[in-house]
């Protein structure tokens, strides 16, 4: 049980640490980047990852760190470690809600919009605007629940190691 607590804890921090760095990377580099290039070129290759983002990979980090915790919440729990189950039952809730409800009800229903939006030069600049500032400030939410599971992930693996 012992061991495959701590491969579940270390499977859940190693997802939660590289989706806590692919939701920031969005967030500082990727968006304002994009918002630096010409508008038709910011919608195309936004619609461009929009369409090639989903792989196995992007799933591990994806959907990994909610899995992980609740699995890691349950070994905690079965052997006798309530701190750590706690701690890793909280990471896979903050990560659940503040990952992928927020990008279900909020950052998929924008990609959508984008992707149906015509793109012509006169309307490009407000396409944009009205995409991306309000996608980016759902994207932020995600990066900081992404970290927060990840650091009571890293809470539940100290805790459990008490035990």
């Known amino acids: ?11 859940g921090l190693l997802a939660a640490a590289w989706s806590a760095g692919f939701f920031w990377a969005w967030s ?4 304002p980047g994009f918002a630096a290039a010409p508008p038709e070129a910011a919608v195309a290759s ?5 369409a090639n983002i989903a792989g196995p990979g992007f799933a591990f980090v994806f959907f990994g760190p909610a899995l992980f915790a609740a699995l890691s919440a349950a070994l905690a729990f079965a052997a006798g470690s309530g ?3 706690w701690a890793a039952l909280a990471a896979a809730v903050t990560y659940a809600a503040g990952v992928l409800g927020v990008t279900f009800a909020a950052n998929i229903p924008l990609n959508n919009t984008l992707a149906a939006a015509p793109i012509v030069p006169d309307t490009a600049v407000e396409v944009w605007r009205r995409f991306a500032e ?3 400030a759902w994207n932020h939410l995600r ?7 990840f650091l009571l992930l890293a809470a539940a693996a100290g805790l459990a190691m008490r035990n």
């Open 143 to 149: 990066t900081a629940a992404a970290s927060l599971a």
């Open 46 to 50: 936004m619609r461009a990852v929009n």
């Open 83 to 85: 701190a750590a189950a």
């Open 28 to 31: 500082f580099t990727v968006m």
């Open 1 to 11: 049980m012992a061991a495959m607590l701590a491969a579940a804890l270390a499977l």
């Open 134 to 136: 309000p996608w980016t």
